[in-house]
Every structure is written in C-alpha cells, then in structure tokens.
C-alpha cells in the first residue's frame, strides 16, 4: 500500500512538472500572460524562500525586499560597470544578501529581538537602504539605469520574450522547493520548527536559537538574492524602488496564508492569490484606481476568518482522505481475496 502510495504521489509531481514546462507553449505568444506567470513564479521562489526562515523558524521577517534590492544592484552593477554576466552576478548578489543578512541577524538574534521587535527591524532595513541608494551616486543615486540590450542573449540575460525567465524562474523555485524539504527533515528543520512552536522551550532543551535562525536567514537571504539578479534582468533596469516594503509584506502574507511551514504552501498562495491579483488590477484598476487592493484585503481577511491554517492545508486535507479511501479500498480487496469460496 505504501509503495501505491509513493507511486501516486510521484505521478502527481510528475504531472504537475509538466504542465508547469508546458506552459509557454500554450501562452508563448501572448506576452501579457508570460510575464504574468513569471510574476507568479517570482513571487512563488520569494515566499518559499521565506517560509525557511518565516514557516518553519517562526521569525516574522519583513525584509525581502532588502535582499531582493541587493541582488538586483549586484547583478546589475557588475553587468553595467564590467560587463559581468548576470548569471555570476546573481551569484554574487545572493552573497551579498547573505553577508547583509549576517550583519542584520548576528546582533539581533544575540541580543534576542523576535516577534513584533524582529518584524519592525526587518522592515526599516528595506527603507533604510532604499533612502542609503537614493543618494549613493556611484550606483546611480535616484535616477534609473537601465541594463544593455541585447536581443536573445543569453550571456546578458536579455530577451525579447518572457519565456526564458520563465524557465530560469521556474529552476528557481524547484530549488527553493527542494531546499525546503531537505531542511524540513533535517536536524536543521526540527529545530526550527522547535523554535518556531515554544522559542524558550526549545532552548531549555539544548537547542541553538542564534545558530539555527541565522543559518534559516543566511538561506533565505541568498536565495532572495539571487531572485534579485533575475529581477533586474526581467525588467531591464535598476532603481531604489527595487527595495521594496509592499514586496517584502506581500512575500510574508503569501507564506503565511498559504501555511507556515507547508512546503508547497506559499506557491499554492502565490499561484492563486498573485494571478488573482493582477486580474483585478487589469479588470478593475482602469475603473476605479485602488479598487483591486480592497478586493484582494477582503479575500485575504476571509481566508485569515475561514481558513487561518493557510489555504494549503486544503489540498493536504483532501490528498489525506484520498489515500485513507484507498488504504480502504485496498484492505477490502486483501480481506476479498482471502475470503473462502474465492
């Protein structure tokens, strides 16, 4: 039964692989919905990144726009000043996102800022460097500067379609994916879901908190970096704006709605809530300016009443009960096939 089971889950993940590699085949020539899904996905590797630090960790941090800002800067800069292609950059951008993150966590993980106090931080490094960049001339100040064009270069990361960052988005986020599942059975993911539980109680029982935070945020930090690199390319530019608050609080609401320490959570509220989102902003935003953002707090408040487990926590409900019918199903046909007379 159990290897039934496995074979099941398997031809899921397998489905659900090709449809995903599917997808600019079917809308490869509409430019609108590519960079639509590649928005999804970018915002699908931020948020699965976070729920390193966010879901399993239990640290409310609001600085992804901050990790994100540097990756995009790295990459772009290096591209700009030395014609450094951007797949090093993104390399070296999520380094710096990392040593930024080691800076920020080292004191406030020793001196044991967390809850709201960690949260308030977080979120004033974002504008604190997008203030620190306005003025930083050297890297273009307040004025954008847009990165070189060239048509289908791979080298520099510039395309005259979406398709390709959708896929290099896409290898992104299986990654991150896979980071997530390593880390959720390793010692590494006990202990922060220890941490994340009963921060004081997990520490009576001999757990680092300073040393597995930081190694969740160093993670988390450079996959966000990283992200940073493409996000620089996929728009064609670099500016303060990059250091976002709006994206650093959306990239937490998704890991939070779609299940805090869910693997496969802040994609599924990425898929739904992102998409859902840019179709109000393209059927509403027109009509009445802000409406689309009223729309989307009132299903995000629904959810929190309705479903404050996160909306994942549907689709494991149901392949829960899908499996206990067929371990059902299975033992009837064992007691069946045993029966005399059969």
């Known amino acids: 039964m159990r290897s039934k089971q496995r074979t099941i889950k398997t031809s899921l993940l397998l489905a659900g692989l090709a449809i995903v590699l599917l997808v600019p085949l079917l809308l490869g020539r509409n430019q609108y919905h590519m960079v639509l899904v590649t928005t999804v996905l970018l915002y699908g590797v931020l948020a699965t990144a976070w729920n390193i630090i966010g879901g399993m960790g239990g640290q409310l941090d609001l600085a992804a726009g901050a990790y994100l800002g540097l990756g995009a800067y790295t990459a772009g800069t290096l591209l700009l000043r030395w014609n450094v292609s951007p797949w090093l950059g993104m390399i070296v951008g999520g380094l710096v996102a990392t040593g930024f993150a080691m800076l920020v966590g080292l004191p406030l993980f020793r001196f044991g800022v967390k809850e709201v106090w960690y949260a308030l931080s977080s979120s004033a490094l974002v504008e604190v460097l997008r203030v620190l960049f306005q003025m930083w001339e050297e890297v273009g100040g307040p004025t954008e500067r847009y990165l070189p064009y060239h048509v289908s270069s791979w080298y520099h990361l510039r395309f005259a379609s979406y398709v390709p960052f959708y896929y290099i988005l896409l290898a992104m986020l299986l990654i991150a994916l896979f980071l997530n599942v390593r ?42 970096g990283a992200a940073g690199g493409v996000y620089a390319c996929l728009y064609g530019f670099i500016h303060p704006n990059f250091f976002s608050s709006a994206m650093s609080t959306e990239t937490a609401i998704l890991g939070i709605v779609g299940g805090m320490g869910i693997t496969y959570g802040p994609l599924v509220a990425a898929v739904l809530l992102v998409s859902f989102r840019e179709f109000l902003r393209a059927s509403l935003g027109g009509q009445l300016e802000g409406l689309y953002l009223a729309v989307y707090a009132v299903i995000l408040i629904l959810i929190a009443l309705f479903r404050p487990q996160g909306i994942a926590t549907f689709i494991r409900d149901a392949y829960g009960k899908a499996m206990s019918r067929l371990q059902v199903t299975g033992e009837k046909d064992v007691v069946s096939a045993d029966s005399p007379g059969l």
């Open 183 to 224: 880390i959720s059975r390793s010692k590494l993911g006990y202990y922060l879901f220890a941490l994340g539980e009963n921060e004081d109680a997990a520490e009576v029982l001999g757990v680092d908190a300073r040393a597995c935070k930081l190694r969740a945020l160093m993670i988390y930090a450079f996959l966000v």
